[in-house]
């Protein structure tokens, strides 16, 4: 029983992976980013969560030339903070988190790339103060 358990849940996954990514010619309608403005709680903490979802691109940490092809597209997102000239990497797929952030006003840029980091879609940026400490009575 044990076995053939084993058996089926290595089939469906098989079969889930190879289905769900495929080689493919044809054209792929473009993919786009829609971003959240940060959370208001976790922001008053001086921790900024931004919410995203992507369509018609999956964010999977999967790099180099022969993911180009793949369908459906992947890729992953580059996010810039305060206009930074170093960027990093988000493969999650989940919110973008930042913390240790100082108070004041703060601007992110969130630029959905290919597995080769070749831009696919306009970059969005989102702006958000971090509130000061307020005083102790």
């Known amino acids: 029983m044990t076995k053939a358990f084993i058996?089926?849940?290595?089939?469906l996954a098989v079969l889930w992976t190879s289905s769900?990514?495929?080689?493919?010619?044809e054209p792929q309608p473009a993919p786009k980013i829609v971003v959240d403005a940060p959370l208001p709680?976790?922001?008053?903490?001086?921790v900024v969560f931004i919410q995203y979802r992507t369509e018609n691109l999956q964010i999977v940490p999967v790099f180099?030339?022969?993911?180009?092809?793949?369908?459906p597209r992947i890729g992953h997102?580059?996010?810039a903070v305060d206009g930074a000239s170093w960027i990093w990497a988000e493969t999650?797929?989940?919110?973008?988190?930042?913390?240790?952030?100082?108070?004041g006003p703060h601007k992110v840029e969130i630029t959905p790339v290919n597995a080769n980091h070749q831009p696919l879609d306009r970059s969005v940026v989102?702006?958000?103060?971090?509130?000061?400490?307020k005083a102790a009575k």
């Open 41 to 46: 709680e976790p922001l008053s903490r001086g």
């Open 64 to 71: 180099g030339p022969n993911a180009i092809d793949v369908s």
């Open 126 to 133: 989102v702006e958000f103060v971090i509130p000061g400490k």
């Open 7 to 11: 058996g089926l849940i290595v089939a």
């Open 20 to 25: 769900a990514i495929a080689q493919t010619a």
């Open 92 to 103: 999650s797929g989940g919110p973008i988190i930042i913390a240790g952030l100082p108070e």
């Open 77 to 79: 997102l580059h996010v």
